[in-house]
């Protein structure tokens, strides 16, 4: 399907957008508060549903076989090849300096502002990630020097968009 759009850059010229059904989307939240260990980086149990339209995230606590794929514990792992805005973001409980990252396969991929520091701060990250659609997938991680991450669905969230087909 085409849609006819105007181009900002110069008047009067149209352009095509794309709109395609198989664009994974989806977005989590960790449903109650989730113990880790201080100063070590720890996967977020992001295991309660908002949306996932290509049912490529598992919000379980160990590997499940998702379209055809194994995806490993609070990951997403989409099976189109392309280009992903992922963000995850964690509101740490107490007086503490909190970081939020996103891990691509098992490699650290980036990390939000750290410290942040105070009475429950939220720590966010987003990055755009090529994932090639046959076994890539992104995990959501938390770093505390206190020991709570906050589950509720306003305060600790994963999601993930396609951007753009690879």
Do not use: W
Not at 100 to 117: A, C, E, Q, R
């Amino acid at each position: 399907m085409s849609v006819s759009v105007i181009d900002a850059t110069s008047t009067g010229s149209t352009g095509t957008v794309m709109v395609s059904g198989n664009m994974p989307a989806c977005s989590y939240y960790l449903s109650s508060n989730q113990t880790i260990s201080a100063s070590t980086h720890t996967a977020i149990a992001f295991n309660t549903k908002i949306f996932d339209t290509a049912n490529a995230f598992n919000n379980t606590g160990s590997a499940v076989t998702l379209n055809g794929l194994s995806v490993p514990a609070y990951s997403f792992c989409p099976p189109v090849a392309g280009y992903y805005q992922v963000t995850v973001s964690a509101q740490m409980l107490g007086s503490v300096s909190a970081e939020t990252s996103i891990y691509k396969n098992t490699n650290f991929y980036l990390y939000g502002p750290f410290p942040m520091t105070g009475n429950g701060p939220n720590t966010q990250v987003t990055a755009l990630i090529y994932l090639n659609g046959v076994g890539d997938y992104v995990t959501g991680y938390g770093l505390s020097t206190g020991t709570s991450i906050n589950g509720t669905s306003t305060a600790t969230t994963f999601s993930a968009i396609m951007m753009r087909a690879a």
